[in-house]
Nanobody, 123 residues
């Protein structure tokens, strides 16, 4: 079992940067693929980025490619999402999730979820 807690959300101006963190507790964190998802009001939850358990492989949605970067530190049991050049479309609740698989890109692949952290973007 892995317990995930997100932090770092808040109000940010369009064009600025924000760094989301996800702290994991429990054993075997380094064996889980991890992902960041977002859910805006009235929309489905969707994947933003994913990273393999080693950190060697990453995937980013086209909408954030070149602006967001997922990374992990297995020694610290931490996954981060660096968000640069944030825009209004990025406003959502962001969730960290863990997958027993290698690196999932679909919601059903994920076994553990955090409670989410809100990102609000002002223009």
């Amino acid at each position: 079992q892995v317990h995930l807690v997100e932090s770092g959300g808040g109000l940010v101006q369009a064009g600025d940067s924000l760094r989301l963190s996800c702290a994991a507790s429990g054993r075997a964190f380094s064996t889980y693929g991890m992902g960041w998802f977002c859910q805006a009001p009235g929309k489905d939850r969707e994947i933003v980025a994913a990273i393999s358990w080693t950190g060697d492989s990453t995937w980013h949605a086209d909408s954030v490619k070149g602006r967001f970067t997922i990374s992990r530190d297995n020694a610290m049991n931490m996954v981060t999402l660096q968000m640069n050049s944030v825009n209004a479309e990025d406003a959502a609740v962001y969730y960290c999730a863990g997958s027993r698989g290698v690196m999932g890109l679909q919601i059903p692949k994920y076994d553990f979820w955090g409670q989410g952290t809100q990102v609000t973007v002002s223009s």
